[in-house]
């Protein structure tokens, strides 16, 4: 495959407060095929947007170099330079040209652009008029028709509502297939990473982790923020309650098939494992089920006999919304308390459609999906 | 050089479309609209005309004060804006400077289109009030244009270097309208040039025109009123020199900073 971008040995140092510095980036090397969608990942503060910044000039690195064989145009963030006064029509031409349009090429996609934002009927209503949702659409339809042969997108799609959503996927995926043009995607968004790109990079610390397909870095990146959160091992927690008579030895959130990547409407298999150092005639699990937020969902209770040392829960058709959670765990010998371990687990839960429930996504707290129908 | 000009042919437009987006916000909701641009040159002159004529008799070399003022003020306006908005523009574009890249130098360059559109207002004004006192001959079309371009090179880099140096220190924001205020001052624009010859000693002269208004408004005069120059040719020279060297090195130093930009914001 053709190269449309090299990374080679970038770093970026930022001085922090007088004379304490601090490696945003640590020798990434890193390179984009022709028409590839290169999904970023990492958590917060791991270097993405710097390296974003990086690749489109804004910033320059301190060391390393970057070659582009191409045109390249960032959408770090849509909308910007865009001015409130001015109408929809001349905020086109204004955020193209610094977009790095000329005149004359935003004049042959004008049509284009209007009808992808369908905002035809107020193109001259100054833009502070226009409800967020028509801003944002004209502002990605402006940088989504840009004639550039790599595109930087970071988390544009956390914006507009669902039917538009899809569309920017559509018009993403078409930019990468039909026209062979390339992309860099920065997102938190698993699902959307999911489903959108060729190769996924996860970077951490500033240092780049692993690179290949999406399924087995987001798995590996999941599996790594779970080990982040909760110690590896439960059984090595100190942080429990209980008399100790019995301790939690693993506490395991799967897909049916084994994978870490858990799909909202399919099935979920929590596997618990427990050593017990006294004899008791009953045993009761429970499970509470929270999300990253830490708001209450649901619990989950089992009842078993003494001598059993696992279990495991299966929720065949996860009703959960696309996010974060966790369980915390209980185990009760004869009705008195033996172990405790909150935040016992963490998983993400993606969607496919994972912008369905917009105004849900928006809240950022992550609850469960309720099947429903309306009648009016 | 020959790169960073090819990258700025590439991004004409913006200049283009950021000097269209100044010009229509800053006079949109008002009920006078572009009438402004007329507006505030008439009104300056009538402060002037009391200040400078009234109250101190200043000379204004044997032309009608309206006429020699408002000669003065088309250049002033010019200069003034692209000195004031070019060297804020930074600061004013944060947002897009830790967003999205293209050449800088077009924030500040792009003011120029701005002041050149006031610039046609105040000159179209002039002609109509000094049309008995003016002399439209192609000297006079000469000195025009020597002075647009010494003022396009002066101010332009002043905002260079302003731009440029109050990302590191902020505190030159704060100074900017103070040191617009002290050329206008500084600046012959409502009195004869002449009048320093008699308040100032020799050796001291010469410093004035490092103000490149000095010489600036005298080409001008020169060629519009048929004065000759009045001062001395060193003094011009100084100034055109003067005027060069602001706008090569505040375009050298802008370039070496450009890329640490969105670090400094």
């Known amino acids: 495959m053709k ?16 004379k304490e510095h601090f490696w945003a980036l640590d020798n990434i090397d890193l390179d984009l095929g022709q028409g590839e969608v290169l999904g970023l990942i990492g958590a917060n503060g791991a270097g993405k947007s710097t390296l974003l910044k990086i690749l489109s000039r804004i910033t320059a690195p ?3 170099q970057i070659k582009v064989y191409g045109k390249m145009a960032s959408l770090l963030e849509v909308g910007t330079g865009f001015h409130p006064e001015l109408s929809g029509r001349e905020n086109i031409y204004l955020n193209g040209s610094i977009l790095g349009m000329s005149r004359a090429s935003i004049k042959a996609r004008f049509d284009e652009i209007v009808d992808f934002a369908g905002v035809s009927r107020f193109l001259d209503m100054p833009v502070k008029r226009y409800s967020s949702g028509m801003f944002v659409r004209l502002a990605f339809s402006v940088a989504a028709h840009l004639d550039s042969d790599i595109l930087l997108i970071d988390e544009v799609l956390a914006v507009g509502d669902a039917d538009f959503q899809k569309k920017c996927l559509a018009r993403m995926e078409d930019i990468s297939k039909a026209q062979a043009r390339s992309i860099v995607f920065v997102s938190h968004n698993m699902g959307a990473i999911n489903s959108l790109c060729d190769r996924v990079a996860w970077i951490n610390q500033g240092k780049l982790q692993a690179t290949g397909a999406p399924n087995e870095i987001i798995e590996q990146y999941l599996g790594g923020l779970e080990q982040l959160n909760a110690d590896s091992n439960p059984a090595e927690r100190s942080d429990r309650e209980g008399d100790g008579r019995a301790r939690f030895q693993q506490i395991e959130v799967k897909a049916k098939d084994g994978s870490k990547l858990i799909k909202s409407g399919e099935s979920l298999e929590l596997s618990l494992a427990w050593e017990s150092s006294a004899q008791a005639k009953e045993i009761r699990l429970e499970l509470h089920l929270f999300n990253s937020r830490g708001n209450y969902l649901s619990s989950f209770q089992h009842q078993l006999k003494g001598d059993q040392q696992k279990a495991q ?5 996860l009703p959960l919304m696309s996010g974060r959670f966790f369980f915390n765990a209980h185990i009760y010998l004869d009705g008195i308390r033996a172990d405790f371990l909150g935040r016992a687990c963490y998983f993400e839960v993606l969607s496919d459609e994972w912008q369905q429930n917009e105004v849900a996504v928006q809240r950022q707290n992550p609850g469960v999906e309720i099947k429903n129908s309306w009648q009016s | 050089m020959a790169s960073q000009w090819k990258e700025l042919t590439q991004y004409r437009s913006l200049g283009i479309s950021l000097a269209r987006r100044d010009f229509k916000v800053r006079y949109a909701q008002t009920k006078l609209g572009t009438l402004w641009a007329l507006i505030q040159p008439l009104l300056s002159m009538a402060v002037l005309f009391l200040v400078f004529q009234r109250a101190l008799q200043a000379d204004t070399q044997s032309i009608p004060f309206l006429s020699y003022t408002l000669s003065g003020l088309i250049f002033w306006g010019f200069f003034n804006y692209n000195l004031s908005q070019g060297a804020a523009s930074l600061i004013q574009a944060r947002t ?3 967003k999205i890249y293209f050449p800088r130098i077009l924030l500040v360059l792009s003011k120029s289109l701005v002041a050149s559109v006031d610039l046609i207002f105040v000159l179209i004004l002039f002609v109509f009030v000094a049309f008995a006192d003016a002399h439209f001959t192609l000297f006079s079309l000469g000195s025009f244009v020597a002075a647009l371009l010494m003022s396009f090179f002066a101010s332009q880099g002043l905002a260079l270097w302003f731009a440029a140096l109050s990302l590191r220190f902020r505190d030159l924001q704060q100074i900017i309208p103070f040191f617009a205020q002290m050329l206008f001052f500084l600046s012959p624009i409502a009195y ?28 001008w005069r020169a060629g519009i009123f048929e ?6 040719i060193n003094g011009i020279s100084v100034s055109i020199a003067f005027s060069l060297a602001l706008f090569l090195s505040g375009w050298i130093y802008f370039q070496k900073v450009e890329r640490k930009m969105a670090d400094l914001l």
Not at chain 1, 10 to 16: A, G, T
Not at chain 1, 313 to 317: D, N, T
Not at chain 2, 200 to 216: A, C, D, H, R
């Open chain 2, 96 to 98: 897009m400077l830790q």
């Open chain 2, 227 to 232: 004065l000759g120059f009045s001062a001395n």
């Open chain 1, 3 to 18: 190269k449309a971008l090299e990374i080679q040995g970038i770093s970026k140092q930022y001085r922090i407060a007088g």
């Open chain 1, 313 to 317: 829960l299966s929720i065949p058709e």
């Open chain 2, 192 to 219: 004869s040039p002449e009048l320093w010859h008699t308040a100032l000693n020799e050796k001291f002269q010469i410093l004035l025109y490092l103000n490149p208004m000095m010489g600036i408004l005298e080409i």
């Open chain 1, 62 to 64: 301190t060391k390393g």
